[in-house]
């Protein structure tokens, strides 16, 4: 079965956001809405070693996402390969999902009133293509695949590397892994 997953090597990011305006020209997303931000922390150190890191966030794909779960009228879907995305027909815009997720990756586009999300660029996906903000990161910071497929990329750097997962904690079983490390450094 497939499993998709993204692997973020922070050790890579540098922080040049391509993958956030990349992400919000395919979506064609609202001004204020972004579905993959790039938080950056530091510098650290004293100079002249200083250094700083770039942490690349977006939906999880949690395996057991509560966004899914509270969604009164089923707009909010997963499929059989994990991917999470809300269907625009179904959504009411009450918010249930953005409040169920412990990521603050939901958004309500004032516009339409619906719900709106990450969704791996399943069409592209689904088309053997990778996401938009796996395409366009010149690093290679960012990593997509499938999970389940041991000759993934994604599959032999999870088995093979330290990974962390965000809020893991919390049992939402999140399906974005992160290779820690400085910034730019990979």
């Known amino acids: 079965m497939t499993r998709f997953a993204m692997v973020m090597d922070t050790r890579r990011c540098v922080g040049c956001d391509s993958c956030t305006i990349a992400c919000k020209i395919q979506n064609d997303l609202p001004l204020q809405i972004f579905f993959n931000p790039v938080v950056t922390d530091g510098p650290h150190g004293i100079y002249p070693q200083l250094h700083m890191n770039h942490i690349p966030l977006m939906c999880m794909h949690c395996a057991e996402s509560p966004c899914v779960h509270v969604c009164p009228t089923g707009a909010s879907k997963q499929d059989d390969d994990g991917i999470i ?54 690093q290679r910071a960012r990593i997509f695949g499938d999970l389940d497929d041991p000759n993934s990329e994604v599959s032999r750097l999870v088995a093979s590397l330290r990974t962390e997962r965000l809020l893991a904690d919390l049992g939402t079983d999140p399906q974005v892994y992160y290779i820690v490390g400085t910034g730019g450094q990979g």
């Not at 625009?88 to 009133?113: E, F, L």
């Not at 619906?114 to 990161?137: I, L, S, Y």
């Open 85 to 138: 995305w809300v269907d625009p027909v179904s959504c009411i815009g009450c918010g249930a999902c953005i409040a169920a997720c412990p990521y603050d990756m939901r958004h309500k586009d004032k516009g339409s009133g619906v719900c709106m999300k990450c969704d791996f660029c399943k069409d592209r996906v689904r088309k053997r293509q990778e996401p938009h903000c796996v395409w366009t990161c010149h």
